[in-house]
C-alpha cells in the first residue's frame, strides 16, 4: 500500500473538501441579501422571494398593533447602510431623526405578526428579516430593533440644553 | 484631583512598560543580566499601579463623580453601590483598564515564578507581555482615558482629559446609568470571566514566542504553560457558559446562543485554545505536530486580542451595543504586526520543530487527536468566514450577504456531532508507538486492520448502552434524524467513558488488592490530567444533551389572554390569573403577571412573568420559568404597553432537556480543576524525560 504521508495527506484533504462543501452549500441555503430600503424599492423585482434582511428608520406615526391577533404594520423610512456615512452625518440617532423628518426618503411598509416589540417606536432602527411581496410590502418573520443607546451620547442632555 | 491622579498613573505605568521593553531587549543583547532583572522589577511594579487606578476609578464610580464622563454614562445615583463598583467594566475606557489590571496580575504570577531552569526565557516572556500591556494601556492613554473629565467651553460642553483654556469643570446632577440589560449577576461575572480567559492566554503565547527566540524548542514552553492554558481555557469556557446563562435569563427569546458576531469572537479563540489543549499531548507524548502547537497558539493570542476588538470597537453590530470608537485601526494594526512577527519567528525555526516521530495509524490515538483538532478548525473555518461574509461579499459582489444562525447550526452541527463522537472513541486508541519497530515496515493494510481491531475490541461492551438509548428513543417515538444520530453519539461517549474509569479501577483494585472505590480515588489521583480530561468530557456531554434538547425539541406558542384563559403547551396548562403594576425601590415600573401552571389538570406552580421599564425608558422582559432537569417551561410576558389588565400577551417557549446544559458547565469545572490540581511530581523531573518513555501501558 502506499506512504503513510500520503494516507494522512489524502484524508486531510477529504476532511477540508467537506468542511469546504458546508460552508459553501450553507452559505447558499441561508444567505441573507442585506439591502437598504432604496436598494429594495430599486429592484424589488429581481429580490421576490428570496430572503433579505433591510433596515430603516421607524415612522412612528405609522405603527399599527392589534393585541388580540399580535398584527403588526408600520412603515420605515431609508436610512444608509454605511457606517462612516453615519458617522459623518452626525452619528446613528441623528441619522435615524432626519431619516424620519424627510419626506422625499424612500419608503417601505413592512406586516409582521408577534407581539410588539418593546422597542419599536419613533426613530427607532428596525432590522427586519423576510421577502418583498408582490404587493410591496415588506413581510418580515424576524423583527429585530435597536435604539441609539444613551451609551452613545458623548455630550449629557443637561449640558446640551443649557447653551 | 483624583481623576488626575488616575491618569497620572496610567501614564507612568504605560511609560514604565516601554521602559520593561527596552531595559529586556537591551539586557538580553548586551549580555547584561542586570538589566533585564531590572526589566522584571519594572514589569512586577505594574500590578500595584495598576490596581491604584482601578480603585481610584472604583472610587469615583461609588462615591457618584459625575464629573468623570466615564463615571456619568455608566452609573447613576438610582444603582446599588455593588453595581456602581462592578459597572468598572460596564463600558468601554473602564473595562480596557480592567483588562490591564488582570493582564498585570497574571504576568507578575509569571514573573515571580522559579526562573532557574528556564533563565533564557526570561528576558522574551517579559517583553512579550510587556508589549501586550503597553498596547491596552496606549489605548487608555491616548483614545479611551477613563479618567476623561466634563468642561464647559464656549464651544460647550465635551470630556477632556486635561483642562482646556477658559473651561470651567463641568458635573452633571445624574449619570445616564448602566444598561438595565447588564444589571444581572450573571452580567457582572461574565466580563471578567471571559477577560481572565482572554488575558491568561497570552502567558502560553509569550512562551510559545520565548522558545522560538531562544531556539530552544524542546516542550519545555509546553511544560511550563500547561497549566496557565489550562486556567486560560476554564475562563474562557465560564464566561462563555455565563453569557449564555443570561441570555437566556434577561433577552427574553428563549434562547442562550444566537451566532451574534461577538460571542463568535468568544467562542473563536475558545475553539484555537481547545485544539491546542489536546494537540500538546501529542507534543509532549510523542514530539509530534510541533509546528501545528506554534500555529495554534499564535492564532489563539491573534483571536484572543481579536475578540477583545471586535466587543470594544463596534465593527460589527450585534446585541453587545458598545459606541464606536477610534481604537479600531490601533487595534488592528497590532494584531496584525504581532501575526507577522510571531510566523516570521516560526519560519525562522522551522527545522527546528520537526517531529521526532511518524504518524502510522489513520486509529492511532495520535490521528485521531490529529482529526480532533481538524475538527475544532473546521468550525474555526466555519465561524469565521461567518463573521467576514459580509464584508468579503460586499467587496466581491457589492451586495452585502449575511448568514445567520442556521448557517452556523447547518454547517458546524455535523462537526460538533463528529468531536462527540470522537471524543468517546479516541480514548480507545493506543498511542502508536506500541511496538513502533516491527509495525514501520509492515504491511500498511495489515496495521490499521490491527489498531482498528484494537479499538473495535474495546467498543463493543460500551456499545450496547448506546443501541439501547437509540431503541428506546425510537420507542418513545422520537423519529427527528439528527436528534437520534446525536443522542446516540451521546450515550456511546458517556458509556465508553464511565467504562474507562471502570475497567481502570476494577484492574488498580485487583492488582493492588484495594476496595474499588478506593482504588478510583487513587487512580483518578495519580492520573489527575487523564481522569481529569474524561470528567471534562462527561461535562461536555451533559451540555451537548442540553444543546440538542432544546435546538432540536423547542416548541413556541404565543397569544392574547383574558384573565382565566390559558395557553396549552407540551401538555402544560398555563392560565392568566391577574396582573399587578407597581414601581420597585429604584425606580423602575414593574408590571408583573401572575400565572397558574396545570399539568393533566393538577396544579404545579405558580409563575411570575414580568415587565420592567428602567427610569430612563429602557424595558426588560423577564421570563416566569419552571425548571426541572426534564424541561423548561418559560413564560414571558411581552409588551405591556397599549393593552388593558384585562387581556395581556404572552408567549411560552417549552425547552426539553436544557437545564443538562448547565448542569453539565458545573462538571466541566470540576474536571478542569482535577486536571489542573498541581501534582505532587517534583519539579526538578528533567526535561528531556520524554526520550526514554516506556512503551506504552494501560492507564498511561
Known amino acids: 500500500m502506499q506512504s503513510p504521508r500520503t494516507k494522512f495527506i489524502l484524508g486531510g484533504v477529504l476532511m477540508l473538501a467537506a468542511v469546504v462543501y458546508l460552508i459553501v452549500s450553507s452559505t447558499q441555503a441561508s444567505a441573507q441579501y442585506f439591502m437598504t430600503v432604496e436598494e429594495l424599492n430599486a429592484k424589488s423585482a429581481e429580490v421576490q422571494g428570496k430572503n433579505i434582511r433591510v433596515s430603516g428608520a421607524v415612522m412612528g406615526d405609522s405603527v399599527a398593533y392589534d393585541p388580540e391577533t399580535l398584527g403588526l404594520s408600520f412603515t420605515v423610512a431609508h436610512v444608509t447602510g454605511n457606517n462612516a456615512e453615519i458617522e459623518l452625518q452626525g452619528g446613528l440617532a441623528e441619522v435615524l431623526h432626519q431619516a424620519v423628518i424627510d419626506p422625499s426618503r424612500a419608503r417601505l411598509q413592512v406586516a409582521y405578526t408577534g407581539p410588539k416589540p418593546d422597542l419599536l417606536r419613533d426613530e427607532a432602527q428596525a432590522i427586519m428579516t423576510g421577502h418583498l411581496g408582490e404587493d410591496g410590502i415588506f413581510y418580515a418573520d424576524e423583527l429585530l430593533l435597536k435604539c441609539p443607546t444613551k451609551y452613545e451620547e458623548a455630550v449629557p442632555e443637561q449640558a446640551a440644553s443649557e447653551n | ?700
Open chain 2, 1 to 700: 484631583m483624583l481623576a488626575d491622579f488616575g491618569f497620572a498613573i496610567l501614564v507612568i505605568t504605560f511609560v514604565l512598560a516601554i521602559y520593561t521593553i527596552a531595559a529586556a531587549l537591551y539586557g538580553h543583547f548586551a549580555a547584561q543580566p542586570k538589566w533585564v532583572e531590572s526589566a522584571r522589577l519594572a514589569m512586577l511594579l505594574s500590578f500595584p499601579l495598576l490596581t491604584l487606578a482601578a480603585l481610584d476609578l472604583t472610587y469615583l464610580l461609588a462615591t457618584g463623580d459625575f464629573n468623570v464622563k466615564f463615571v456619568y454614562e455608566v452609573t447613576s445615583l438610582d444603582m446599588p453601590t455593588y453595581l456602581k463598583v462592578t459597572a468598572l467594566w460596564g463600558g468601554q475606557s473602564g473595562s480596557l483598564l480592567f483588562w490591564s489590571w488582570l493582564m498585570a496580575a497574571f504576568t507578575t504570577a509569571v514573573t515571580l515564578r522559579k526562573w532557574d531552569r528556564d533563565r533564557e526565557f526570561l528576558p522574551w516572556v517579559i517583553l512579550v507581555s510587556s508589549v501586550t500591556m503597553a498596547f491596552f494601556l496606549g489605548l487608555n492613554v491616548f483614545f479611551e482615558n477613563p479618567f476623561a473629565r466634563f468642561w464647559q467651553t464656549f464651544e460647550g460642553v465635551a470630556a477632556y482629559t486635561f483642562k482646556p483654556e477658559n473651561g470651567i469643570a463641568f458635573t452633571p446632577e445624574n449619570g445616564n446609568g448602566l444598561n438595565p440589560l447588564l444589571r444581572h449577576p450573571g452580567m457582572i461575572i461574565h466580563p471578567p470571566m471571559l477577560y481572565l480567559g482572554f488575558v491568561s492566554f497570552v502567558i502560553p503565547y509569550a512562551f510559545a514566542i520565548a522558545a522560538l527566540v531562544t531556539g530552544r524548542t524542546d516542550d519545555r514552553w509546553i511544560r511550563i504553560t500547561r497549566r496557565w492554558t489550562l486556567v486560560a481555557w476554564v475562563f474562557l469556557s465560564l464566561g462563555l457558559v455565563l453569557g449564555g446563562r443570561w441570555a437566556y435569563d434577561v433577552l427574553g427569546w428563549g434562547g442562550y446562543w444566537g451566532w451574534d458576531p461577538v460571542e463568535i469572537a468568544a467562542f473563536m479563540p475558545w475553539l484555537t485554545g481547545t485544539a491546542f489543549l489536546h494537540s500538546v499531548m501529542i507534543q509532549e507524548k510523542r514530539g509530534m505536530l510541533k509546528h501545528w502547537n506554534m500555529i495554534l497558539v499564535i492564532l489563539t493570542y491573534a483571536l484572543v486580542v481579536f475578540g477583545t476588538f471586535l466587543t470594544r470597537s463596534g465593527v460589527l453590530s450585534s446585541v453587545h451595543a458598545f459606541a464606536k470608537s477610534a481604537i479600531g485601526p490601533a487595534f488592528f494594526i497590532f494584531i496584525g504586526a504581532t501575526f507577522v512577527i510571531s510566523v516570521a519567528l516560526l519560519i525562522y525555526r522551522w527545522d527546528s520543530l520537526k517531529a521526532e516521530g511518524q504518524m502510522h495509524s489513520m486509529f492511532s490515538r495520535e490521528a485521531l487527536f490529529l482529526l480532533n483538532n481538524l475538527l475544532f478548525m473546521g468550525i474555526l473555518g466555519i465561524c469565521f468566514w461567518g463573521v467576514i461574509s459580509p464584508l468579503v461579499s460586499e467587496l466581491a459582489t457589492g451586495a452585502k450577504v449575511t448568514v445567520g444562525p442556521p448557517y452556523y447550526e447547518r454547517a458546524a452541527g455535523p462537526l460538533f456531532a463528529a468531536l462527540v463522537l470522537l471524543m468517546g472513541i479516541a480514548p480507545l486508541s493506543a498511542w502508536g508507538h506500541v511496538s513502533l519497530s516491527n509495525l514501520a515496515n509492515q504491511n500498511g493494510m495489515e496495521m490499521e486492520k490491527r489498531y482498528a481491531l484494537g479499538i473495535a475490541r474495546l467498543l463493543w461492551k460500551p456499545a450496547i448502552p448506546a443501541v439501547l438509548t437509540l431503541i428506546a428513543l425510537l420507542l418513545l417515538g422520537i423519529r427527528n434524524i439528527y436528534a437520534l444520530i446525536g443522542l446516540t453519539f451521546v450515550a456511546l461517549t458517556t458509556s465508553i467513558t464511565l467504562y474507562e474509569f471502570w475497567r481502570a479501577a476494577r484492574a488498580r483494585s485487583r492488582a493492588q488488592k484495594e476496595n474499588f472505590f478506593l482504588a478510583l480515588w487513587r487512580l483518578a489521583g495519580r492520573n489527575r490530567r487523564r481522569y481529569g480530561g474524561y470528567v471534562i468530557h462527561l461535562g461536555v456531554i451533559l451540555m451537548a444533551i442540553g444543546i440538542i434538547g432544546i435546538e432540536m425539541f423547542q416548541t413556541e406558542t404565543q397569544q392574547s389572554l383574558s384573565v382565566g384563559e390559558s395557553i396549552t403547551l407540551a401538555g402544560y396548562t398555563v392560565q392568566y390569573d391577574s396582573l399587578a403594576q407597581f414601581q420597585a425601590e429604584d425606580g423602575r415600573w414593574v408590571t408583573r403577571a401572575v400565572m397558574s401552571v396545570f399539568r393533566d389538570g393538577k396544579f404545579i406552580t405558580e409563575l411570575y412573568p414580568r415587565y420592567d421599564v428602567y427610569a430612563d425608558g429602557q424595558p426588560m422582559t423577564i421570563p416566569g420559568v419552571r425548571s426541572t432537569l426534564a424541561d423548561d417551561l418559560y413564560v414571558l410576558l411581552v409588551n405591556w404597553e397599549g393593552v388593558t389588565s384585562q387581556i395581556a400577551p404572552f408567549k411560552v417557549y417549552h425547552n426539553p432537556l436544557v437545564n443538562w446544559l448547565w448542569l453539565g458547565s458545573f462538571i466541566f469545572i470540576a474536571g478542569t480543576l482535577i486536571a489542573a490540581w498541581p501534582d505532587e511530581e517534583p519539579e526538578h523531573a528533567p526535561a528531556r524525560a520524554r526520550k526514554s518513555r516506556p512503551a506504552y501501558q494501560p492507564g498511561d
